[in-house]
Each structure stands twice: as C-alpha cells, then as structure tokens.
C-alpha cells in the first residue's frame, strides 16, 4: 500500500530549495508559518557532486559530473515530495553558469525530472545568500560584511537591516583554487605566496566596491557563511573544553585563523583527511578555502570572523516567502527576528502564548522598576531585559517533556533549539535565566551554569533569573487577574534595603465580588528567601489595602 507522504501541520506550508553548487548540491525542505511569518527546516541534507569538475579541455560539464548531479537532484526531489513539500525551488550557481553545456544540463533536468532550476547570476548569488543570512542574524544598527565562499565564487556583501548597500561575486572559490593551482601538499612557500597574491589581486575589485559603500567611521562585523567558514569554526571548536553544540553565531578573532591556516598548510592531505571534525571532502579543498578567508580578512581589515549557518538555501525560502506575499518586506523579517524566533520555539513546544505573555509583561515591569536595585544591567551589557523576554516566553517549554523538574527540561530545550538572531553567549543565557526562574540558585556543579561564560554574563543570567522568578510567581492562574504591579525600595530599621511590591487586580465581572489576589501575594511572599540570598533585599509585600504585609 503506498504511504500517504506527511504534511504540514493546519495553516503551515511546506516549501523546498535547491542549491546546486560547484561542490555540493543542498536540500531545504521548510515549514513556513504564515501568521508569524517564519520558517523552521524540516530537513536538510548535503551531497557531494563535484560539479566543479569539469574537462579540462572544454569546460564543460563531464559526463560522471552530470550523472552524480542527476542522480542526487532526483533523490532530491523525491524527498521533498515525501515531505509534502507543495513547492521545489531550486538555482544553480557558479559551475553550471559557467559551463558551456550547463544551459543543456539544465533544460535535461527540467525534462526528466521536473524540476525548473534558476540559472543565477553572481550578484543574485549574492543577494539570495544576504536573505539567507537577513533570516538568521539580528543585524541591529551595525552594518555588515558577508563573505561566502563556495566552490567556484565567492561573494562579498555589504548590508545592514534595511538594505544591501554591495552586492560582488569573484571568481575564485575552494574548488577552482584546488584545481588550478595546487600541486603537491604540503603547499611549497613560494607556492603559497603566489596563491595569496593571486587572491588578493581577484578580490581587490570586490573590497573596493564594499569599502566605497561603507558608512564612514563605522565598524563593520563580518559574517562568514558555507563550508569554509563552518569548518574553521569545527577546528577552532575542537580545541575548546566544551564545545559548542551549533556553530551559529561562533566567533573567530583573526588570530585563531592565523593559528589554524597555518596548521592547515603544514599538513599533508592525509594528516587532514585524519581530522574527525570536517568530511573528507572538505579536507581536500580546505587550503584554499581557507587562505581566501584569509586574505579577505587582511584586506578588509576584520579582527573577527563570527559564522551564520544560513546561507543561499534559506535565502530560497525567504525568497520564495517573499514572492507568495508571506513577508511584508524583508526588512520587516529582519527587525522582529528574536521575537518570531521565541514565539516558534515556544509554539513548537506547546506553551500557552497567552499565559507566557502575561509573564513576560510582568517580568520586564519588574525589570524597569529594578534597575539599579535587583539589577544593573546597563553596567555590563544593557540587553538584558530583551533575554529576559525571551526566557519569560519559553520559561516552561519543558513541560512538554514532564511537569517534573520541568525547569532542566526547559534548558535542555532551548539550548537545543534554534534561536536566530542570537549569539551564541545569548542563547545559552536565555536558557539559564529559564532554567533558574524556579528551584535553587545557581550551583558551580551545574552544566547550565559552567557553560555561562564571563562574569557580565553571570550576573545578567543571575539577576534576569530573579526577575523571572518573582514574574512567574505571579502568574499561577489559568486567567490573568493582575493589571499591573508597582516597586517601591524600602529601607528597614536594621539597615537592610528592602523591596515592597504592590498588586492592582483587574476589575472584576459586572456582578463579580472583587478579585483577590491573596494567591498571588503569598505565592510572591514565597520568593522572600531566595530574593535575600540572591540580592541582599528583603522582600516584602503589601496587602490588599496598601499595608505591609509580614
């Protein structure tokens, strides 16, 4: 009996990209949220098809090139119908542009496998990878370089959250460099030079389009995206205690690229092809790969390389979201990124938007009335209160898992979960402050808490932590019953500061006696202790008149 492929879930949609490269051919199969106008990746896998070599007397396409690349796309397409996908679609980019027989590949694909491919040129190249990245990094004020490097080009980007500001495809890239110009290994001195100067003088016309675009006395943050990028991130990984478990929004400073090009370049193919943490391919193209981002950084003059793991197949999918009336502009996507990342990690786990709305309201209330005293935040950092919303939203995700210590499931939750538009230290401290809102404090022994780096970090995780605790402490009934609340620092005969907290109930039904919040202050009384010990405050509480209450 044949199977009926899955679908969506009611209101979603399932859509596919294709991004056939000179090195690998991609699958994206995504669902789209119309109404919070995001997407999550349902699957995706890469292949290895090598179009990049081609005759070396004609340019062509080969002939084992075309049957790998056929034979992956159908696998491809068969996958994506499976999945429900109502949509393929798919570009092809730098090897088959290039080829003289890749427009004859192309229209063989469409006649025998159904699939129309977008021949793209290298600034389109460039703009599908800028929306690919749009979707998962917070751009903020600060305008941006991206740098993709792929098997035949390279892109190099200039934007910000409103606009492409350059948009430049080079042709130089990991697998044409390896081609060309790589002999023997380990690469000879004088070898090596000549490589650098040859991708210095490619890029140069580049650089000078994104140098002359760039807003004077800014500083610019470069991106790097794709395979190369990746897996100096999986290198540099590799050497720390506790490596990260995703590579979105790692950070590089040029001295740990230094360190690793030049491991690279004593190796021999064999020592690289040894390395546990990049494929075998990748091991065979890395030196050149990584001598472009290299230079790039030179000439561009970044001390830092921070990796995005979007790139030009998710670029497809905005694109794609775009084009279907799903996004109003894609700037817009990129201005509410954190909240409609939050808002898609806490409906994939079934939490109550409302009742975790009522939190966060409550939380950053808390926040604004505290500062200075629960917290200063503004000291080191200033965005806290933007991790706290995003706690407060995701504060009891692990419920999905067991109402039990729900808290650890919680953390385990988030920190596996995807979160765009946050660095890599963001995300581990939003699900800290989640995991600490209920339970002990903080504790040296806790993974959570070991993986919190920096002692800014800590005491924003600590102190937002606090302020979660005291919001959901407030929130114990299935239907909201508090309009606002006020804090007022007090100070006690013995010289303790103190803080009294102030509840306004919402007016009642017409005909209802008047709410009372009784449950509410004794569930916040509840939190005294902790509030001691965490800030030196003691907490008090006023009653329903007004007076204090023990």
């Known amino acids: 009996m044949a199977q009926i492929p899955p679908v969506a879930s009611a209101g979603l949609r399932r859509v596919a990209a294709i991004d056939i490269g000179t090195n690998s051919i991609h699958l994206l199969i995504a669902e789209v949220d119309p109404e919070l106008q995001s997407f999550s990746v349902v699957l995706a896998e890469k292949s290895t098809t090598r179009l990049g070599e081609r005759d070396p007397e004609t340019g ?23 999945h429900g996908a109502e949509q393929i679609v798919t570009a092809a980019t730098s090897a088959v542009r290039e080829a003289p027989n890749g427009k004859d590949f192309l229209q063989a694909v469409q006649e025998q496998l159904g699939l129309e491919v977008d021949l793209v040129s290298g600034p389109e190249e460039a703009r599908l990878i800028y929306l690919g990245v749009l979707s998962g990094m917070s751009f903020g004020e600060q305008p941006h370089m991206i740098i993709d490097i792929g098997g035949g080009s390279t892109e190099l980007i200039l934007a910000d959250s409103r606009d492409s500001r350059a948009l430049t495809s080079t042709r130089i890239g990991a ?24 991708i210095q003088g490619s890029l140069e016309p580049a650089v000078a389009q994104v140098r002359a675009a760039l807003p004077a006395g800014s500083k610019p943050v470069l991106v790097g995206t794709s395979g190369t990028a990746m897996a100096l991130a999986a290198l540099a990984a590799a050497e720390e205690a506790k490596p990260p478990l995703k590579f ?9 690229v230094d360190q690793i090009v030049a491991k690279l370049l004593a190796m021999t193919p064999e020592q690289r092809r040894a390395l546990s943490v990049i494929n075998e391919r990748r091991a065979e193209i890395i030196v050149p790969g990584v001598l472009i981002m290299q230079t790039a950084m030179t000439m561009l ?25 799903l996004l109003g502009d894609r700037f817009s996507f990129q201005s509410s990124i954190r909240q409609r990342t939050v808002r898609h990690l806490a409906q994939s786990y079934g939490v109550d938007r409302a009742q975790a709305d009522r939190v966060a309201e409550l939380a950053v209330s808390l926040y604004d009335q505290t500062r200075g005293l629960l917290h200063h935040d503004h000291e080191y950092g200033g965005y806290g209160r933007q991790l706290l919303w995003a706690a407060a939203q995701l504060h009891t995700c692990g419920k999905h898992i067991n109402i039990a210590a729900y808290h650890k499931h919680t953390w385990y939750l988030i920190r596996h979960g995807e979160l765009l538009g946050y660095s890599q230290a963001e995300h581990l401290m939003v699900a800290a402050i989640a995991r600490y809102h209920r339970r002990g404090l903080p504790k040296k022994r806790h993974e959570s808490w070991q993986l919190i780096e920096g002692r800014d ?8 932590a606090l302020l979660l605790r005291l919001a959901a402490a407030l929130d114990r009934r299935p239907v909201p019953v508090i309009a606002g ?6 100070r006690d005969d013995d010289g303790v500061n103190g803080l009294l907290i102030s509840l306004r109930s919402l007016p009642p039904a ?6 009372d919040l009784g449950l509410e202050r004794w569930s916040l009384r509840s939190c005294a202790e902790v509030v001691l010990e965490a800030s030196g405050f003691r907490l008090r509480v006023a009653g329903p008149d007004g007076e204090m209450v023990p």
């Open 60 to 82: 062509d396409l080969s002939a084992a090139a075309i049957e790998r690349g056929f034979r992956t796309l159908r696998h491809c397409r068969d996958l994506a119908a499976s």
């Open 510 to 515: 017409p005909g209802e006696p008047p709410i």
């Open 248 to 256: 979105q929004g790692y950070r590089l400073d040029r001295q740990k």
């Open 485 to 490: 609340l006020e804090v007022v620092p007090l």
């Open 175 to 198: 697998v044409r460099l390896q081609r060309d110009f790589i002999r023997e290994e380990p690469l000879p001195d004088e070898r090596r030079k000549f490589l650098q100067a040859y």
């Open 301 to 325: 003059q970044a001390d830092a390389l921070v990796v995005c793991d979007r790139a030009l197949r998710e670029g497809l999918i905005v694109d794609w979201m775009l084009r279907q009336g």
């Open 457 to 464: 970090q800590r005491r924003t995780v600590a102190s937002m």
